[in-house]
Each structure stands twice: as structure tokens, then as C-alpha cells.
T-cell receptor, first 115, second 114 residues
Framework: NAGVTQTPKFQVLKTGQSMTLQCAQD?????MYWYRQDPGMGLRLIYY???????DKGEVPNGYNVSRLNKREFSLRLESAAPSQTSVYFC??????????????FGPGTRLTVL | AQSVTQLDSQVPVFEEAPVELRCNYS??????LFWYVQYPNQGLQLLLK??????LVKGINGFEAEFNKSQTSFHLRKPSVHISDTAEYFC????????????FGTGTSLTVIP
């Protein structure tokens, strides 16, 4: 049981390049999330998926797209990377949707630098 | 607006001393409160959570937090810290009317000094 896994762990991009961050969970959770973490700003929600087949915008969705490929996998895509997207990206999952009491489980993070 | 405020961005404390990390929230509906810890170069781990019932919640590693509805606070405490407690601590809230979203504070960096 690996929990939540993310690939890659580190990435350096040039402005304008595209890439996809991968996230997978093996806990049979329904809900999955993408956050970015910036110094002094805590974690901010980019997108989330309450269940397979649905996605919704969070607080800072601009410049990102997501795909809930199946119940296990939730990917985050940067179509044209910008320096402002330099950040640490965390994926998380929860067992259910719509129930605010459930704990989120986090992956180890992806450190992205855009030059 | 619903939000979470962590008043202290950095807290240095000597080893074996007590510590309190402060968290306040704003809400007009029922809330569920969480504290997470992030060790260097790792993801977040749940320390403890308040859902209902007793306002004093005990978590892992000797941490506890007290929910105070009148002061809209959920401060984290530990009576005696260890070097290994050096980490970033995040308060988070989930609201009864926004079940799918969590809102995080900006974090408090705890440094335990030998």
C-alpha cells in the first residue's frame, strides 16, 4: 500500500514548455486534489475531483488543466509554463466526497522550477 | 469570506520547553478543524483533527489542540518539544457547507533549539 504517489519529484522547465504531473492513489479514495505550496502562502487548491469523471476549479486554476483518468489517477497539466508557476505541487486524496470530516492524505510533492 | 489565520510565521523554542501554535478561523457555519505537520522535503501528515464532541483533541507525537468556538480558535500545544518536532505546521478547516474543499493557513515554522 503506497498511499499517494507523485511523479516526477523534481522538474525544471523553460518558459512556454508543457508538462504533466502525475498522481496516483491505491486507497480506493473517491476524491483527489491538486495544491500548490508557495512560501508564506500555505497550500492553495488548484483543482479537485470529487469522484471519477468530475473535476472542479479551486482557488488558483488559471494556467492549469486536470484529468481524472480513472479512480486511481489524477493528472495536472501545464500547457505553457510560466515562472509564476514555480512551486511545490502536492496531490492529495480523500475517501469520500461531500463529507467534510474525512482526512486528506498527501503525496510527497513535485518541485517544479520554471526558468 | 471563510479563512484560516496562523498568526505566527516562525516560532523558535528551546528543547523541552512548551509551545503553542495559534490558529484562528472565520465561519458562520459548522467547522471541522485539522492540524498537519510537514517535515523538510516531505508531504503533509495529519497530526490531529476536531470533528465534534470534546473540545480537547489529542494527536500523535504528544500534540494536542483545543477547539474554542467563542474565540474561533484551534491552537496547537505540546508541553515539551523535541528536536524532532522541528517542522512546518499547517492549520486547515473544512466547512459543513463546502464538503469537498479544505482551506489551509499559511503555516508556522517551528524550530526547536538544542
Amino acid at each position: 500500500n503506497a498511499g499517494v504517489t507523485q511523479t516526477p519529484k523534481f522538474q525544471v522547465l523553460k518558459t512556454g514548455q508543457s508538462m504533466t504531473l502525475q498522481c496516483a492513489q491505491d486507497m480506493n479514495h473517491n476524491s483527489m486534489y491538486w495544491y500548490r505550496q508557495d512560501p508564506g502562502m500555505g497550500l492553495r487548491l488548484i483543482y479537485y475531483s470529487a469522484s471519477e469523471g468530475t473535476t472542479d476549479k479551486g482557488e488558483v486554476p488559471n494556467g492549469y488543466n486536470v484529468s481524472r483518468l480513472n479512480k486511481r489517477e489524477f493528472s495536472l497539466r501545464l500547457e505553457s509554463a510560466a515562472p509564476s508557476q514555480t512551486s511545490v505541487y502536492f496531490c492529495a486524496s480523500r475517501i469520500t466526497s461531500g463529507r467534510p470530516t474525512d482526512t486528506q492524505y498527501f503525496g510527497p510533492g513535485t518541485r517544479l522550477t520554471v526558468l | 469570506a471563510q479563512s484560516v489565520t496562523q498568526l505566527d510565521s516562525q516560532v523558535p523554542v528551546f528543547e523541552e520547553a512548551p509551545v503553542e501554535l495559534r490558529c484562528n478561523y472565520s465561519s458562520s457555519v459548522s467547522v471541522y478543524l485539522f492540524w498537519y505537520v510537514q517535515y523538510p522535503n516531505q508531504g503533509l501528515q495529519l497530526l490531529l483533527k476536531y470533528l465534534s464532541g470534546s473540545t480537547l483533541v489529542k494527536g500523535i507525537n504528544g500534540f494536542e489542540a483545543e477547539f474554542n468556538k467563542s474565540q474561533t480558535s484551534f491552537h496547537l500545544r505540546k508541553p515539551s518539544v523535541h528536536i524532532s518536532d522541528t517542522a512546518e505546521y499547517f492549520c486547515a478547516v473544512s466547512y459543513s457547507n463546502t464538503g469537498n474543499q479544505f482551506y489551509f493557513g499559511t503555516g508556522t515554522s517551528l524550530t526547536v533549539i538544542p
